[in-house]
């Protein structure tokens, strides 16, 4: 720590001098475009992502030492399971190898088949998508409410037909979609709800967490997402059978009982479980979640509070039920138009030139080749008629999800970890850039 008398007389004098001089120079540096030689408003150094301590280390150095390395011989996952469904308010949750498998078994334990349809959503994470085609099952895709950056849910219920087979929406960027409108169709409808809450930990809807709205709730702790632990997944569900369903899929299709492991073989299954180690991070860095979750949250609304009157800076719009945004991005959508038509790609440029680094986010993904060239194998080919395949083409348009993917803005969350002069910084910058838009579109 840098005490008073760490101070040389020399550095105070240099430090005293920089004060009288620093003002005239900050104006009018401070004003220009860092793409056209001014000071950057941002020194540019965010929060790093993941963090850990001693506690970690000291975590994973127990496990090495006890030689108890799987879930079947130690305690760390059970643990953990039991830990992760308490704090979400869950009877029961299981830890995965990761968020896809977590998906997957989710959707094959609802009994999702081959040749069967699943609703998704067009702005997301691959893996969504991915987690209904391992299991040879179509992805329908809902366009976007442009405005939170979430499923349409006015555009659902026109997607089902008689092979729907489940409803998967997503939380995106730790907000959360419309759960009232899905619950309410997907009831009417009979079809089972699978969250992707892989971006929403601590995320509320009407004041409950989410994941617990459908017949499960999927995480990822996957070392980019808010809670960390390398690779690593979780479902959580109030369905103990259901639970139980997904622990025999995950475990080679053994079952488990009250005293512990038979040994028996009930279904087909996969290895999907989570081993001792990332249990034993991923303990740890749950019991950091909560007061990381706060810090976010209030960045978060600061920074919505500062961009609030920058026009053509659309943050992305909170459903009346979202009661806490768990702020896995911070998603906006840009207009050039009040940029004096500066595009997105240098209005970028000229943000990380202000050492604010942000992302463009998704390109549409319901137009992506690989859709096509996994149709066009085997085992699509097998499943689905020429008509089905021409029939979900003819049906496969997102006009909204088209324009916000030429639109959106992210800031990732190890920012909202940063102070309020973060916040303060990434503003200035929006501004700065604004003010300046027709002289950098020259640039
Ligand atoms: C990260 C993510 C997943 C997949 O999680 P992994 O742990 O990487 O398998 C699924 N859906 C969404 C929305 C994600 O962001």
Redesign the pocket.
Known sequence: MRTLKSITRRGFVTAGAAITTAPAFAISRNDTPALLGGTPAHPGRFPVWPVFDRREEQALGETLRSRKWLRVNGQNVNRFEQAYAQVFGAKGCLAT???????MLSLKALGVCPGDEVIVPPY?????IN?VMMLYALPVFVDTDRETFQMDPRKIEAAITDRTAAILP???GGSAADLDSILAIAERRHLPVVE????AHLGEWRNRKLGTYGATG?????A??NMACG???ALITDDLALLEKCFAIHSHGRARTISGYDFTYRTAGANLRMDEFHAALASTQLSRLPHQSETREQNAAYLTKLLHDIPGILPARMYGGCTRNAW?LFMLRYQPEAFAGLSRSAFLKALAAEGVVASSGYSPLNLEPFLKNTFAGRDFQSLFSKERLARWEERNSCPENDKLCLEAVWLTHNMLLGTRTDMEQIAAAFRKIQMHAAQLLKA
């Open positions: 190898s990761n968020g896809t498998s977590a998906l997301t994470f691959i893996a969504t987690a997503v939380h995106l992707d809450a892989c971006q999927c995480f990822s702790f996957q980019t997402k690779e690593g997944g896995h």
